[in-house]
Every structure is written in structure tokens, then in C-alpha cells.
């Protein structure tokens, strides 16, 4: 019996690849929007169950304060700066075009503190997803895939491999190994 070629294993592997991927492709879509809405619901529920909210609205409550009197500093400042030396003086942090870009990436904010929260209910919804029915199909077709590919690598003869790989198509995801084209219709 002759053995396949490298070329050959080549075709059996990009077949399968244009087969499954899209399939995967599009499973894959349906479960990120679920995970989205899952981490969105699980990120409210798990800042309330491990007592961040509290920290969260706090530090939201402290950094709108912090923002207005941050605004007012730099327009006192700005206003009061009305001789050329003044103005020539008058640090960056208060000059209106500079404002708002100095970075202190040691401080926490809201903002770490609601993707730390996020991180870990997408971890959470990740984990929701896989029980769901898109979840699941998206492990059978990532688990068709991979046994088709074995399956083509242990194979030794083309024409058995043909019959094996329709048998598994057709079980799996209905569709037969050789595909007719359609016509083309002239118009």
C-alpha cells in the first residue's frame, strides 16, 4: 500500500482546516457575546459578594472630587496668571493645553479597581459559557477538528482516509468529505 505524501497530508490537513474554522469561527462569535453579558452580570454580583462595591463607589465618589478641585486649581491658577511672568512661571500641571495628561500609575483608581473586578468575572462567565449549549458546541467542533487531523496524520492510504474522514463529517456535522460544486447559473 503506498504511503501518502507530504502534499497530500498537506491537502487532508487544509480541508479540514477550510471545513471546521469557520464553523469554529462563527461558535466562537455566539460564546463572546454570551461571555460578555455573563462578565457584565457576574462583575456587579461579585464586587457586591466580596464587598468591593463599597471601596468602588467610595473611590468613585473621592476621584469625582478629586477632578473638580483639580479643575478649579487649574483654572485659579490659569486666571491669576495674568503678567508675562506669571504666566512664564506657571507650571505645566495648571496650563489649560497640558492638563489632565500628567501620569501617577502607583495610584489605584476606579478604574483598576472595576477591571480587576472584570478579570475576574470573565473568569467566572468563561466558566458559565462552557455548561451553556454554545459552549458545548464549540468544544465538539473543536474536538472534530482535532480527531479528523489525528486521524489524517495515522493515516497511511489516501482512499481509506477518504471513507474514514466522510464517515466522521457525516456524523458530526453533516456534510460528506466530497463536496459537488454547483453549477454556475448563466444569466
Sequence with gaps: ?????????????????????????????????????ATNRASKKLAVKIGAQKIIDALKSAEEMLTQAQKSAQSFFEKKATTKERKEDLKSKFDKTSYGYDSNDDKITLSDCEDQ???????????????RPEGRQLAKLEVAKQDELDTIMESEAPSALITELDKKR?????ISWNTEPKAIEQQ
Design 117 to 131: 473586578i472584570r478579570v475576574w468575572a470573565k473568569s467566572l462567565a468563561s466558566q458559565e459559557i462552557k455548561r
Design 1 to 37: 500500500m503506498p504511503r501518502m505524501t507530504k502534499y497530500q497530508l498537506d491537502h487532508f490537513c487544509s480541508k479540514t482546516n477550510r471545513t471546521y474554522d469557520p464553523l469554529i469561527e462563527e461558535q466562537e462569535l455566539l460564546v463572546k457575546q454570551y461571555t460578555t453579558e
Design 170 to 174: 457525516q456524523k458530526v456535522i453533516g
